[in-house]
């Protein structure tokens, strides 16, 4: 019993020991681990390191554990102690156990042994009955310190595991030990880098210098190489370049048998887009076949199509997804494949115009650098256009005429059916269908022919017409575009104008008289049935409401001057016309305000408003009072009226005194876009020449190449020419988005196409560069470079030669014409001649006025063509129209002067009889050319020879104007080039305005370019009253705008042309005022006629963008810049400026390009040395040469003379004393 007590004692005694002992290890382990990091901290931070660091450590820990075990074993528990806790465990046991300890030391043998045993019998039952006194050292507590021993075991063997490979690397031989010595620290040690980055070594030494240092890379796939490094002045430090790392690989560094431990750089790439292929499924509608862009970022299709897109990459990745651009930052994801360097896009459906980021993440949480754009230009389903030539606008025919449609109708993917349109007031719309099947981007010219006697008007009917084609929608399903509606007033067959006196040059107030008002208030009525149209021909639009109310406003308004001008009526048809007038006014405000809910009512509205204009036409007054005004023409002449007007002959002397006009832009949009196209072309084709020689002298050089390092060198240089190569396929993708523009579509139709195989080659080429074949990236690079220089020409060519042929046919015409009526003056001075009279007169006479019929048709026909010719050149040759509208305007006024003078001289000569005098006075108020030719034959008629032949030789003497006018037209057809040279100037100081603010962004605290220097004098600052820099516009007595309000404006009046005379510049700001409505004082009210005529032009009035400024080579607007620049060149004439600007616009684009590829500020001092610098140069040359254009007469500043290059610089220091 006494053994089998010690036992169990004993157990006790073990588990209590285990436990302590666990305990203590765990804490030595885990001091160790401690100081084991902080010597990896301190090694990784501060780059020291010690080959004994490890192994020290190592050898204290193990040190720690053997004393903790030696005490576990010298402190071994007693038995009385180990008692003492299992009675501090089981208080029930009330000291047995350590009575039954003290026998066990007390056994003796003698009388108490009986007592003993009990004692010793009941600690053993009671240690039976716990389990061998569990609770005094539970089980849980031994397995606790087990697993806390392990841990503090396991961070300590981690440690010591990762501080072995330093230790293995510090002790790898004697070398390594001699280097410690001499205190060597090399940088950057084990690293990683980026693919295609150089590695920078440096070795610093803390004791004696060795005499030479090398750097020994091996990568593994050969020998090992060796590479110098090179001391530092007089720092003990060595320094060498291993570049264009591209594998992993080891080094060391070596000084004459040498060396230190070796030092691992791991390679790894960024993901990146190597290339994305894009395909195009095409909607039904179009019947276009799907189409693959190879290597492309832009895209251009319609809505609705199918783009799919594979983006090859560089390496595989875990995300990728396209970011949209703007505010929302909407996200698409893309399909990626593990193990595969692709990402794919499938079956989007474009819907609108979107730039896109391609944002790739791979599996190490690795973004791209810089996200490359895919731009996706939508191209809506347009609408077909339908253009008419004649009649243009509104006319006013009597109810005897014709009127000839013509005009032609386009459709980017084909017109099932166009026709016209017309309706007689108060009776229903008849339909006529002109056509069907018209082919997608073919211009189909149409003609039709309306006799307004079959429809049986009568004068003051109004007839609308509109043209109408169907096409093709978005859905699939056929829609309908209808034209503008415009208005034939059938006119009386007699109607009076009469010349009033003028007073002051403006009437007084209230003598202009209800038929003024009355006119006026029709042309609002007209304007409110225009805009009620467009509102019938869009019910969709977002701003139908505000719309439907500036319509009804107007007519309200319309209608309260009506109900004004009907209390002035006299007479019961007045009344009832004003009543009627009414009537349709009250009916037609009633249904635009229901159709303010309900668009249907909008027909209902123009059929109301169409009665009440029909109404005030038939109020209109046969007599007119004309007077010659600084603004208008006194007497509302309308724009029917216009012709007849043009044809007065007033007595009373023009007001030649104007206000100053804005001129309107020497360039159309559609020019601009086709000067822009062609710059580009320039470009890319200069660009390809240089890139197809340096690809010469890369085959030349690598033909001549003989060791490794030289091929290596010639590929480098290939890889950068296939960047270059890509861009410029990129830059080819640009160009072809914009000649795919709604404006260009029917315009660069061959040139697009020609684009796309000139693409193929640069892409071609591209690849070949890639692969290392030189020749045949030289021979598709040849290719494409003579595909653009022949595009550039031909397109060149077709612009400039624009109008030549027309120019060329009407100088033949007017010499021909000039020659032949010299011809028909002799022949007519022939039949005056007494001496050759014979009885064969009667048949010359009948030649010479067959002859002048004759001449009298071809010289209008000449005048119709200089007329159009000229309006179409307004904008983009404005020198040809203006000398071809001189010419015109010339000849109309030399053939009214000499009908006037006729009949003067007749009246003089009491040869005017009354029957011919009326028949003078109707060729005066008749408008168009060919009044002296009528006059010659009349006379010749009438057999008043000298008078027929005084009038001849007037005829033959305007002719010979007009033929010399449209020679000199022919010899200047390249046009002003001192207006170009001045909107060049305004351009340029406007991008380097830019490019300054970028340069203060980018520099602050650094000056502006150009600030404290003198301005560059220009001839619109000159110091004289009535020139220089003024508003752009002014108000006219009338309060309305004296500028161009309307000028290029759809339904607008045509601008002030070059040349016009006061008159016709009068008479036409007399329409613009009587295109308001309701007067000058009604102009300012937001709900007048003003905001109805923005909404006729579909204006709207832009919200401030708020948005903040991006500079042109580090923010989003370098397009923009960079067209500016464009048009800078194509208006400059000087070959060394035109160079400047083009140089400075490419290193531009080159700086920009580095900024996108390398996320790097450019060198601002490089921007202004290199950009900025040339524009400004430019823009003050620009400036001394319009200073030297200018009138001599003219007042300007003592310093307009420019500064001599040596003196500018204290110029400049002067002006800068002078602003302190």
Not at 13 to 26: D, G, N, P, T
Not at 277 to 296: C, H, K, N, Q, S
Not at 456 to 484: E, F, Q
Not at 856 to 868: G, H
Request: with cysteine; aromatic share 4%; charged share 30%.
């Amino acid at each position: 019993m006494n053994a089998f007590l010690t036992a169990r004692l004993r157990r006790v005694i073990r588990r209590h020991q285990w436990r302590l002992l666990s305990y203590r290890l765990a804490v030595v382990w885990a001091i160790a681990a401690a100081v084991g990091l902080v010597v990896l901290i301190v090694q990784a931070q501060f780059g020291w390191s010690s080959l004994y660091s490890f192994p020290a450590v190592a050898a204290l820990a193990a040190c720690g554990a053997m004393l903790v075990v030696w005490r576990s074993v010298e402190e071994r528990p007693t038995i009385r102690s180990i008692a003492h806790t299992i009675e501090t465990a089981y208080p029930e046991l009330r000291g047995l156990l350590l009575t039954a300890v003290e026998q066990l030391e007390a056994d003796d043998g003698g009388e108490g042994s009986y007592l003993r045993y009990r004692v010793l019998q009941q600690a053993v039952e009671h240690c039976q009955e716990t389990g061998n006194w569990r609770a005094a050292v539970p089980l849980l507590r031994v397995r606790t310190a087990d697993l806390v021993h392990g841990a503090a075991l396991v961070l300590f063997v981690g440690t010591f595991w990762v501080g072995r490979e330093n230790w293995r690397k510090e002790g790898g031989g004697v070398g390594a030990t001699m280097f410690a010595k001499r205190g060597l620290t090399v940088s950057p040690g084990d690293t990683t880098l980026e693919r295609g980055e150089s590695l920078v070594v440096l070795a610093r030494f803390g004791g004696a210098l060795p005499a030479g240092v090398e750097l020994v890379v091996n990568d593994g796939s050969g020998p090992a190489r060796t590479i110098s490094l090179v001391k530092s002045l007089a720092d003990p430090v060595f320094g060498g370049t291993v570049p264009d790392v591209a594998t992993d690989f080891v080094y060391h560094i070596d000084t004459k048998g040498e060396r230190s431990r070796d030092f691992k750089v791991t390679v790894f790439e960024y993901p990146r887009l190597v290339r994305s292929d894009a395909e195009l499924v095409f909607p039904g509608y179009t019947a276009l076949p799907p189409r693959r862009i190879e290597d492309t970022r832009r895209v251009s299709a319609v809505e609705g199509t199918q783009l799919s897109v594979t983006f090859q990459l560089n390496k595989p990745v875990a995300t990728a997804k396209l970011v949209a651009r703007g505010k929302e930052k909407t996200e698409i994801p893309l399909a990626v494949v593990d193990g595969k360097a692709v990402a794919t896009l499938s079956g989007f459906t474009l819907t609108g115009t979107q730039s896109y980021d391609v944002k790739l993440t791979d599996a190490e949480g690795r973004d791209n650098k810089s996200a490359p754009p895919l731009v996706v230009e939508v191209l809506p389903n347009r609408t077909p256009e339908l253009k008419l030539v004649s009649p243009r606008g509104d006319v006013r025919p009597s109810a005897l005429e014709e009127i000839a449609f013509e005009g032609t109708v386009w459709d980017d993917f084909g017109v099932p059916a166009y026709g016209l349109a017309y309706t007689v007031a108060g009776q229903e719309t008849k339909v006529i269908e002109l056509g069907r099947t018209v082919a997608a981007k073919v211009k189909q010219p149409f003609a039709q022919l309306v006799r307004l006697e079959e429809l049986k008007v009568k004068p003051d009917d109004l007839v609308s017409w509109y043209l109408w084609a169907d096409d093709i929608g978005p859905d699939g399903l056929v829609r309908r575009t209808t034209t503008d509606m415009f208005f034939a007033e059938v006119r009386p067959f007699e109607e009076i104008f009469r010349e009033s006196q003028e007073m002051q040059g403006e009437p007084p107030e209230g003598q202009a008289g209800s038929g003024e008002q009355m006119r006026k208030l029709a042309e609002l009525q007209k304007q409110i049935i225009a805009a009620t149209w467009k509102l019938v021909r869009t019910p969709g639009a977002g701003t139908f409401g505000a719309d439907v109310t500036v319509v009804t406003q107007s007519q309200a308004q319309a209608l309260q001057q009506a109900e004004g001008e009907a209390g002035k009526a006299t007479g019961p048809r007045g009344q009832g016309l004003w009543a009627a007038v009414i009537k349709e006014m009250e009916n037609a405000k009633g249904q635009l305000e229901l159709a303010a809910k309900s668009p249907e009512a909008l027909k209902a509205a123009l059929t109301a408003e169409q009665a009440a204009y029909q109404a005030l036409l038939k109020l209109q007054a046969r007599e007119t009072s004309v007077t010659n005004s600084r603004n208008r023409s006194q007497g509302g002449d309308s724009q029917g009226d216009q012709r007849e007007l043009d044809g007065l002959d007033l007595d009373q002397s023009e007001n030649r005194y104007e206000t100053k006009r804005q001129a309107n832009s020497p360039q159309s949009p559609e020019r601009r876009e086709q000067n822009q196209v062609l710059n580009r072309l320039q470009e890319l084709s200069r660009r390809q020449q240089d890139v197809n020689e340096r690809l010469k002298e890369l085959q030349t050089a690598l033909e001549a190449a003989r060791t490794a390092q030289e091929k290596e060198e010639v590929r480098r240089q290939l890889k950068r020419l296939q960047d270059e190569q890509k861009q410029m396929v990129a830059d080819m993708d640009e160009v072809r988005q914009r000649m795919d523009r709604p404006e260009n579509q029917s315009a660069m139709q061959e040139q697009r196409d020609q684009l796309d195989r000139t693409r193929a080659e640069a892409q071609k080429a591209a690849d070949a560069a890639g692969k290392g074949e030189v020749s045949q990236a030289l021979a598709a690079g040849t290719r494409a470079q003579r595909d653009l220089q022949q595009m550039r020409d031909e397109l060149r060519k077709s612009s400039s030669s624009e109008f030549a042929e027309d120019l060329k046919e009407m100088r033949n015409e007017a010499r021909d014409l000039a020659r032949e009526q010299e011809e028909i003056s002799k022949k007519i001075a022939g039949l005056d001649d007494p001496k050759k009279k014979t009885l064969g007169e009667a048949p010359e006479k009948d030649a010479a006025l067959k002859q002048l019929a004759e001449q009298q048709e071809r010289m209008s026909d000449l005048i119709d063509k200089a007329t159009q010719l000229s309006e179409q050149a307004e904008n983009s040759e404005p020198l040809l129209s203006r000398q071809l509208y001189d010419s015109v305007r010339r000849i109309a006024q030399d053939d009214g002067k000499a009908v006037k003078d006729t009949r003067q001289e007749l009246l003089e000569q009491g040869n005017l009889t009354r029957s011919f005098n009326e028949r003078l006075k109707e060729a005066e108020k008749r408008e168009g050319s060919g009044k002296a030719l009528e006059l010659t034959k009349d006379l010749l008629q009438q057999g008043l020879l000298p008078q027929a032949g005084q009038a001849g030789r007037r005829a033959a003497a305007g002719i010979d104007e007009l033929r010399k006018g449209v020679e000199r037209a022919v010899e200047n057809v390249l046009g002003d080039d001192g207006e170009a040279l001045k909107l060049a100037r305004s351009e340029l100081e406007q991008v380097t305005e830019q490019l300054t603010r970028e340069l203060a962004q980018g520099q602050p605290g650094e000056g502006q370019p150009g600030e404290g220097e003198p301005q560059t004098p220009t001839t619109d600052a000159p110091g004289q009253p009535g020139e220089g820099r003024q508003a752009s516009t002014e108000a006219n007595p009338n309060g309305t705008p004296s500028g161009e309000a309307t000028g290029g404006q759809p339904g607008g009046q045509p601008g002030e042309r070059p040349g016009q005379t006061p008159s016709e510049r009068g008479t036409r700001e007399g329409q613009r005022s009587l295109a308001g409505g309701g007067g000058g004082g009604e102009r300012g009210d937001a709900r007048g006629p003003g905001r109805l005529e923005e909404l006729l032009r579909g204006e709207r009035r832009p919200s401030a963008p708020g948005e903040g400024y991006g500079g042109p080579i580090t923010g989003d607007d370098f397009g923009a810049w960079a067209d500016r620049l464009r048009d800078v060149e194509e208006l400059v004439d000087q070959p060394a400026l035109r160079d400047a600007v083009a140089n400075a616009r490419e290193r531009a684009r080159l700086m920009r390009q580095e900024f996108k590829r390398d996320l790097k500020k450019p060198d601002w001092a490089v921007v202004r040395l290199q950009v900025l610098q040339p524009l400004l140069e430019v823009r003050k040359r620009l400036g001394e040469e319009l200073a030297r254009r200018d009138s001599k007469d003219a007042l300007v500043p003592i310093d307009r003379d420019p500064v001599p290059g040596r003196y500018s610089e204290s110029v400049r220091r002067y002006y800068e004393e002078l602003g302190k």
